[in-house]
């Protein structure tokens, strides 16, 4: 099968929080299943120049949106395996940032054209185009609206994720015609509590509706979490389903991470991170006490998050003698709070307001437990990261958390969960995981054990490929014959698609247990006759506000 995944961005040319990490991610799991699976994203200014160098020019044509003729390139790169084509326009896309500009419904509507428009200019017709929130949701609404009488859109189906319903790509209904160019025989499918709704418009008109874990796709049925769009859900409840996420497991490995002070693996993992918390301890200027249960928080600093859960009972919390280590950016009043909390106790509080990935990794080896009281939380990543690192998850459940994470008082438990949201509760968990803290051969064990959970891609694509199989009209025989195949070229090649053992990270990755190096200084890219950014030249971008979004994750 041949599988289009269309995003709004997609590591590693770009990306902004875990949509990113999935696009970037699930294709290259799709397609060592044996699948053809291709990404087209914007070709946005930030992209690297070193990323540009590789890129190659494919086309151009003209897109017609509503009453404007916009010039569209499109440019082909080759990553890990997958084929990734990028969209390109300099007056949508060359600015500083992704999300956040006035015209962003106009933006995305003129990507969403241009990915359908490109597909008969280019020499390769998808099967299935999987469309992700509601930055790519016309795709399904332009296909069906204009397309499907002509070469080569006949038998194209589409699939609709919704990553975070919270973000829909509500506008006033007077942009549906002038500025997306639908007609009014059409506008009723945008159409939705009085405004234009983008991601309406691509559950009705996709082939299938998916979530990014099956618990958030039973919770968006329910008002208190679809924010308006419930009773449309339960309308098309048929097609709806959840499959949960992965995380790249090359990517977040304490083995090879080189953000670590010191590797390790599953049977390191006693001497690995504890080297790795007294050393983070020493950095961020806390008391160096092994015997203290430090709390790991990575997130987004907003309500939605359980930070207000954490400001209610962080009081007890410190009187408890465990430590927190805080990273993250968000609301002025939880920066304030964590800020305050630093300077009051500065032997058991670190806080970082700042978007860190290197920081984030030695977090995630340092510290003991993760807390994850998410209010809401479609999927989530970072608890399945924890896992990886060996940090023992506490998290509310609810959406992925709840798929993912089950309570250590159950039998193969890898976390501690909490049902209501409620500060207390919180703490009552918290409280659990301490005590479990200092029965140091049972917490040992819980480690290893957390680190033996498999939350890599290749069950998620699995399921995915069922998916599109089913829309295609191909066999189960035929799929599990492709996945069998593809595997087992994998293996003869020794390729890094291959799922690899926690502890035997593929390629050449220095010995467990060896304090982690810096990696050298990347030589400039070649000089290229021509780069991406110069093909077109086009009036100046309008001027975007500073906001927290270039740097939150999101729609996580």
């Known amino acids: 099968m041949k599988i289009l995944y269309a995003a709004s961005e997609a590591r590693p040319f770009i990306a902004s929080g875990g949509?990113?990490?999935?696009?970037?991610?699930?294709?290259?799991?799709?397609?060592?299943?044996?699948?053809?699976?291709?990404?087209?994203?914007?070709?946005?200014?930030?992209?690297?120049?070193?990323?540009?160098?590789?890129?190659?020019?494919?086309?151009?044509?003209?897109?017609?949106?509503?009453?404007?003729?916009?010039?569209?390139?499109?440019?082909?790169?080759?990553?890990?395996?997958?084929?990734?084509?990028?969209?390109?326009?300099?007056?949508?896309?060359?600015?500083?940032?992704?999300?956040?500009?006035?015209?962003?419904?106009?933006?995305?509507?003129?990507?969403?054209?241009?990915?359908?428009?490109?597909?008969?200019?280019?020499?390769?017709?998808?099967?299935?185009?999987?469309?992700?929130?509601?930055?790519?949701?016309?795709?399904?609404?332009?296909?069906?609206?204009?397309?499907?009488?002509?070469?080569?859109?006949?038998?194209?189906?589409?699939?609709?994720?919704?990553?975070?319903?919270?973000?829909?790509?509500?506008?006033?209904?007077?942009?549906?015609?002038?500025?997306?160019?639908?007609?009014?025989?059409?506008?009723?499918?945008?159409?939705?509590?009085?405004?234009?709704?983008?991601?309406?418009?691509?559950?009705?008109?996709?082939?299938?509706?998916?979530?990014?874990?099956?618990?958030?796709?039973?919770?968006?049925?329910?008002?208190?979490?679809?924010?308006?769009?419930?009773r449309f859900l339960r309308e098309q409840r048929y097609k709806l389903s959840g499959i949960l996420n992965g995380i790249d497991t090359h990517f977040y490995d304490p083995a090879g991470d080189q953000n670590l002070y010191m590797n390790y693996d599953r049977d390191s993992a006693l001497q690995?991170?504890?080297?790795?918390?007294?050393?983070?301890?020493?950095?961020?200027?806390?008391?160096?006490?092994?015997?203290?249960?430090?709390?790991?928080?990575?997130?987004?600093?907003?309500?939605?998050?359980?930070?207000?859960?954490?400001?209610?009972?962080?009081?007890?919390?410190?009187e408890e003698g465990m430590q927190v280590v805080v990273l993250g950016t968000g609301d002025y009043i939880y920066e304030s709070f964590f800020g305050e909390m630093a300077a009051l106790y500065p032997?058991?509080?670190?806080?970082?307001?700042?978007?860190?990935?290197?920081?984030?990794?030695?977090?995630?080896?340092?510290?003991?437990?993760?807390?994850?009281?998410?209010?809401?939380?479609?999927?989530?990543?970072?608890?399945?990261?924890?896992?990886?690192?060996?940090?023992?998850?506490?998290?509310?459940?609810?959406?992925?958390?709840?798929?993912?994470?089950?309570?250590?008082g159950d039998e193969g438990g890898n976390g501690y969960t909490f049902a209501t949201y409620n500060a207390h509760d919180m703490f009552g968990a918290v409280k659990r995981a301490q005590a479990h803290y200092y029965d140091k051969p049972a917490w040992e064990a819980a480690v290893q054990r957390a680190m033996e959970c498999d939350f890599s891609w290749r069950k998620s694509a699995r399921a995915y490929t069922s998916l599109y199989a089913s829309l295609a009209g191909v066999s189960e025989e035929e799929v599990e014959r492709a996945i069998h195949e593809r595997e087992k070229s994998l293996e003869a090649s020794n390729s890094p698609q291959a799922i690899q053992p926690l502890g035997k990270p593929a390629g050449n990755k220095k010995p467990v247990g060896s304090p982690a190096k810096k990696p050298a200084a990347k030589k400039a890219a070649p000089a290229r006759e021509k780069a991406p950014a110069a093909e077109k030249k086009s009036t100046k971008a309008p001027a975007k506000k500073t906001t927290p979004k270039d740097k939150a994750k999101q729609g996580e």
């Open 272 to 318: 690995g991170k504890a080297v790795n918390k007294q050393r983070l301890q020493q950095e961020l200027g806390l008391s160096q006490n092994s015997d203290s249960m430090l709390i790991g928080i990575v997130s987004r600093l907003v309500s939605h998050k359980g930070v207000d859960l954490i400001k209610y009972i962080f009081g007890k919390i410190i």
């Open 19 to 230: 949509l990113g990490d999935v696009a970037g991610s699930l294709p290259g799991a799709v397609s060592a299943c044996g699948q053809d699976c291709r990404v087209v994203i914007p070709l946005y200014g930030d992209i690297s120049s070193e990323q540009r160098a590789g890129m190659r020019f494919l086309c151009d044509f003209t897109v017609n949106l509503a009453w404007r003729r916009q010039y569209c390139g499109v440019f082909e790169a080759r990553q890990g395996g997958v084929t990734y084509y990028l969209i390109d326009n300099e007056y949508y896309f060359r600015r500083g940032g992704l999300y956040g500009f006035y015209d962003d419904g106009e933006r995305f509507a003129f990507f969403s054209k241009a990915v359908v428009d490109m597909l008969a200019h280019i020499d390769w017709t998808p099967d299935v185009i999987h469309c992700n929130d509601w930055q790519t949701a016309m795709i399904p609404v332009y296909l069906n609206s204009y397309y499907r009488s002509e070469e080569p859109y006949h038998g194209i189906k589409t699939v609709f994720t919704i990553h975070n319903i919270q973000y829909q790509g509500q506008y006033s209904a007077e942009i549906i015609e002038d500025v997306l160019g639908i007609s009014k025989s059409y506008a009723r499918t945008l159409m939705y509590d009085g405004c234009c709704n983008m991601m309406k418009g691509a559950i009705e008109q996709a082939n299938a509706v998916t979530t990014v874990s099956p618990t958030y796709a039973y919770e968006i049925l329910d008002e208190w979490y679809a924010h308006g769009l419930d």
């Open 347 to 408: 032997d058991r509080v670190a806080v970082r307001i700042a978007f860190d990935p290197a920081l984030a990794s030695k977090i995630y080896a340092a510290s003991d437990i993760f807390l994850m009281p998410s209010k809401s939380e479609p999927c989530g990543l970072s608890q399945m990261v924890a896992l990886r690192y060996g940090a023992i998850p506490v998290v509310r459940k609810t959406g992925g958390l709840a798929d993912s994470i089950t309570d250590m």
